[in-house]
Structure formats: structure tokens, C-alpha cells
């Protein structure tokens, strides 16, 4: 399959932006006192609620990372067959 350039930017954005936004988001799944069963941070043991989110951040940081690095090699390939340098 051969995507353009526009296409790659695209993919690599996602990856990134994967990587903005859900670590951010297990900082606040963290502090959460669902996610405890006393419900003071930190204190377990750890509720159903973490460890769901916990395996769904996972996933969608494999996931985009997966991406990321696609889009990576489709800007890469992209510059190979434009006889353009990649970078």
C-alpha cells in the first residue's frame, strides 16, 4: 500500500497525539477515588474501575504508538519514492 505524504503526517500526528492525551488521562484515573477501594489515592487495593481504564490506556497507547511509528515509515517511504532525502 503506498500512502502519500498527507497521509503520513496524519498517521504520525495521531501517534503523537495519542501520547498527549492519555497519560494525562491515567494521572487523572489515578487520583480518582473510585479507582481505590478505601478511596484515598494510592492506598489499595485497586478497584475494577482502575484497572479497566488502566487496560483500556494500555491499549491505546500500543495502538497508537502502532500508528505513530507507521506514519513514520510512510513519510520515509513517501521521500524514497520522490527521490527526496528522508529525515
Do not use: C, N, Q
Request: net charge positive.
Amino acid at each position: 500500500m503506498v500512502l502519500s505524504r498527507g497521509w503520513a503526517l496524519f498517521l504520525t500526528g495521531v501517534g503523537i497525539w495519542t501520547w498527549v492525551i492519555w497519560p494525562r488521562f491515567a494521572v487523572a484515573i489515578w487520583k480518582d477515588p473510585r479507582s481505590w477501594s478505601a478511596g484515598t489515592v494510592g492506598e489499595f487495593p485497586a478497584t475494577g474501575f482502575l484497572w479497566i481504564h488502566a487496560l483500556l490506556i494500555a491499549a491505546s497507547l500500543v495502538i497508537g504508538s502502532t500508528v505513530g511509528v507507521l506514519g513514520v515509515r510512510a513519510w520515509r517511504a513517501a521521500g524514497r519514492r520522490a527521490g527526496r532525502p528522508t529525515y
